[in-house]
């Protein structure tokens, strides 16, 4: 009996035999190691696109085995932007992004614009409401408050209409949620009232999501860590080794964490290999959840 085809096969078979209209931009959504980025190269080679990131971690320049950035040859077959250019110093948000996608929508009308970060393709199309910064001061009581109170603590000071459009259980949402409420005096869920116009709806693009068999991308996810180890992701860890806060927003790198602790002498290299796979299912999970439950109108890309 011959094997099921590979999911990744299937997908790019399907994108050759129904390609998206090659005027519209193509937004593409998968879990980590789904072979998103491939099927975006393949897409822009095809149809003359640049390939454009949505990805929170692929955005910083320390990690660029950890988070699988494209390399330098897809590179040099199809431009690639917002890859590998924020150091850990910027200040960098889902804001931040939308600002430096801005431009690049107008050079190029019809990329590809990939990744896994649901928040990011989010706002892209349906818009993000402008909360000032949080002064530094509030971020740092709001820091004492969830290592001293915990997060129940502070998620109780939270408004109704809040806690309903965060994950409750998620320490970096509430706590995000807290701090624009602390610095504001008013909830997120105010805020988000207020949003302006998208800046790419949903109706002008194509939206792809990918949702492949669950074993077969845990399998996957443990194959490519293993290979990210052998291409140095254990000296991308080291590097940052000096200048490590673990809650600061380059840290959030899967992985990442645990290879640190491995360096610190907190856990043996099969400790931090088998848990830092372990966390990459966990974040697929997430993301599978959020595509499931947010990108309900997203055609599914199997």
């Known amino acids: 009996m011959a094997d099921s085809p590979d999911p990744l096969t299937q997908a790019l078979a399907r994108l050759h035999d129904a390609p998206p209209d090659p005027a519209r931009p193509v937004l ?34 320390m990690w660029r085995v950890l988070s699988a950035r494209p390399d330098a040859q897809d590179c040099a077959r199809v431009p690639h932007f917002l890859y590998g250019m924020v150091g ?64 129940a603590a502070m998620r109780a000071e939270l408004d109704a209409d809040t806690l309903a459009r965060i994950d409750p259980q998620n320490p970096a949402r509430v706590q995000r949620a807290w701090e624009v409420l602390r610095a504001t005096g008013r909830g997120l869920a105010e805020w988000h009232a207020a949003t302006p116009p998208p800046l790419l709806p949903r109706h002008a693009a194509t939206a792809l999501v990918l949702r492949p068999p ?39 790198a ?23 796979t372990l966390a990459t299912r966990q974040y697929a999970k997430r993301q599978r ?14």
Do not use: C
């Open 88 to 151: 850990r110093d910027t200040p960098w948000s889902v804001g931040h992004w939308l600002r430096a996608l801005e431009p690049l929508l107008a050079q190029h009308p019809n990329p590809v614009i990939v990744g896994g970060t649901g928040l990011y393709f989010r706002a892209l199309t349906e818009g993000l409401v402008e909360i000032p910064p949080i002064p530094a001061v509030i971020r740092t009581e709001a820091d004492a408050r969830m290592a001293t109170q915990g997060l």
């Open 28 to 61: 593409l959504a998968g879990p980590t190691a789904s072979g998103k980025s491939a099927l975006a190269l393949a897409l822009a080679e095809a149809q003359g696109r640049v390939v454009v990131n949505a990805d929170a971690l692929q955005v910083y320049d």
């Open 289 to 302: 959840t959020w595509f499931r439950n947010r990108m309900t109108d997203w055609d599914d890309l199997r």
């Open 214 to 252: 669950v074993n077969w991308l845990n399998d996957r996810i443990a194959a490519r860590f293993d290979a990210m180890l052998a291409q140095g992701a254990i000296e991308e860890a080291r590097a940052v080794l000096p200048h490590w806060q673990p809650r600061a927003p380059w840290a959030r």
């Open 254 to 276: 899967i992985g990442a964490a645990e290879l640190v602790a491995h360096l610190q002498g907190h856990i043996s290299w099969d400790e931090a290999r088998d848990t830092a």
